[in-house]
């Protein structure tokens, strides 16, 4: 395939995003230099386990027949509220009709689902699956400035969910700090906010209070 040309030659060169302005070295260390690459290294080196520990597990859960194209997908709907994942799935089902993927009739789940009346998962698995979701939103919640004392699970003090939460602020929030050492003083003036007043509203992501999960 061509490439596409570029319009207007050099002169458009200036239309994008400004150059960023590389830092000021003038004060930096050899040894800052080497720990920041030590660092750099041992983070990709530590994603690199991740993701192929990721991959091995889900090929493990796979040869048991889990579907790891479902597991992926309700993964990327766990940090959604119920009406959203509601909404989206509206929408996709709309899009997927527009566009002749799937027939609307065939979208019709009012009768016997069959197979797929599943009984809710109960026991470990199932606190895990929820320590899991609750410590993504307070990893979030923390990233994003809001007090602990905002915890949705505070009601259920040493519940999985609770402690989830918990343990995801702690992350987020020095996630945070590394981004914005002053971010500190801000999260816990928030603090001392009433429990019953929400968090600030804020457009980074799709739940602006994290008490509006715990309905999920």
């Not at 192929?52 to 597991?71: F, I, S, T």
């Not at 410590?135 to 040493?158: H, V």
Request: net charge neutral; glycine share 10%; aromatic share 6%.
């Amino acid at each position: 395939m061509a490439r596409k040309a570029k319009v207007g030659g050099e002169a458009g060169a200036g239309r994008g995003r400004p150059k960023k302005a590389q830092p000021d070295m003038s004060n930096v260390t050899p040894a800052l230099m080497a720990e920041a690459l030590a660092t750099y290294m041992e983070d990709r080196a530590a994603i690199a386990r991740l993701t192929a520990r990721c991959g091995a597990n889900l090929k493990r859960y796979e040869a048991q027949g889990v579907d790891p194209g479902l597991v992926k997908a309700t993964a990327a709907l766990a940090r959604y509220t119920q009406a959203e994942v509601a909404e989206r799935k509206k929408r996709e089902a709309a899009f997927a009709v527009a566009v002749g993927v799937v027939r609307a009739e065939d979208l019709d789940w009012s009768g016997d689902q069959g197979a797929f009346a599943f009984a809710a998962a109960t026991g470990d698995v199932a606190d895990r699956v929820a320590a899991q979701r609750a410590f993504d939103q307070g990893y979030k919640a923390g990233k994003k400035g809001y007090a602990l004392d905002s915890n949705p699970y505070n009601d259920r003090p040493g519940s999985p969910e609770f402690v989830g939460w918990r343990d995801g602020w702690g992350d987020g929030h020095q996630d945070r700090l590394m981004r914005d050492p002053d971010a500190d003083r801000t999260t816990h003036a928030s603090a001392r906010r009433s429990r019953k007043e929400p968090p600030p509203a804020d457009d980074g992501g799709p739940i602006d209070d994290p008490r509006q999960e715990a309905a999920f």
